[in-house]
Antibody
Framework: QVQLQESGPGLVKPSGTLSLTCAVSGGSISNNNWWTWVRQPPGRGLEWIGEIYHSGSTNYNPSLKSRVTISVDKSKIQFSLKLSSVTAADTAVYYC???????????????????WGQGTLVTVSS | DIQMTQSPFSLSASVGDRVTITCRASQSINSFLNWYQQKPGKAPKLLIYAASSLQTGVPSRFSGSGSGTDFTLTISSLRLEDFATYYCQQTYSTPGTFGQGTKVEIK
């Protein structure tokens, strides 16, 4: 069974850079999967941040694109998130997840997030 | 971005009730619609993918339907462990977006 575990500082100063890592166990990071980051501000809904393929290809949420970098380290079986120039609005629980695809009868590949990490709270404060 | 609107925002129900949550997309998303359950302090859990496919291990009392812009999550007979917040998610276009959530509370 695939397991994901986020790690990183729980407190980041305003204007600093948030850095998190997601360790993958129970499976290969190089299988035909994308890996993604989602965040959730306290008491609020879910926001997709971006995703990465094992080859290093990425897609980002345009609202965050100028500040986000997602990378993968296949040797360490992990992928990482960096978010620069953070403000209090970036305070959230950050989740990593695996993206899977369902091939439906119409010929579409439909993405969904099947395995999630437990999440880690990052607070932006001085 | 595609906007996902869930209704109701919250509902109160009793054990054994049939519960229906709806999700409407601001444009057609075919069947690119997933449903998640989230309990306080926990990560979201996948229930339904591709609008109507039940994730392995999820009880059969959960079902999903719909296509295009209108989708439904149904819990046929509510159990105590089903009290949680439910989110729909579209993955038709980037950025994937979630509904605002529907909180199912004990009546």
């Amino acid at each position: 069974q695939v397991q994901l575990q986020e790690s990183g500082p729980g407190l980041v100063k305003p204007s600093g850079t948030l850095s998190l890592t997601c360790a993958v166990s129970g499976g290969s990071i190089s299988n035909n999967n994308w890996w993604t980051w989602v965040r959730q501000p306290p008491g609020r809904g879910l926001e997709w941040i971006g995703e990465i393929y094992h080859s290093g290809s990425t897609n980002y949420n345009p609202s965050l694109k100028s500040r986000v970098t997602i990378s993968v380290d296949k040797s360490k079986i992990q992928f990482s998130l960096k978010l620069s120039s953070v403000t209090a609005a970036d305070t959230a629980v950050y989740y990593c997840a695996r993206v899977r695809y369902y091939y439906d009868s119409s010929g579409y590949y439909i993405p969904y997030f099947d395995y999630w990490g437990q999440g880690t709270l990052v607070t932006v404060s001085s | 971005d595609i906007q996902m609107t869930q209704s109701p925002f919250s509902l109160s129900a009793s054990v054994g009730d049939r519960v229906t949550i709806t999700c409407r997309a601001s444009q057609s998303i075919n069947s690119f619609l997933n449903w998640y359950q989230q309990k306080p302090g926990k990560a979201p859990k996948l229930l339904i993918y591709a609008a109507s496919s039940l994730q392995t291990g999820v009880p059969s009392r959960f079902s999903g339907s719909g296509s295009g812009t209108d989708f439904t999550l149904t819990i046929s007979s509510l159990r105590l462990e089903d009290f949680a917040t439910y989110y729909c998610q579209q993955t038709y276009s980037t950025p994937g977006t979630f509904g605002q959530g529907t909180k199912v509370e004990i009546k």
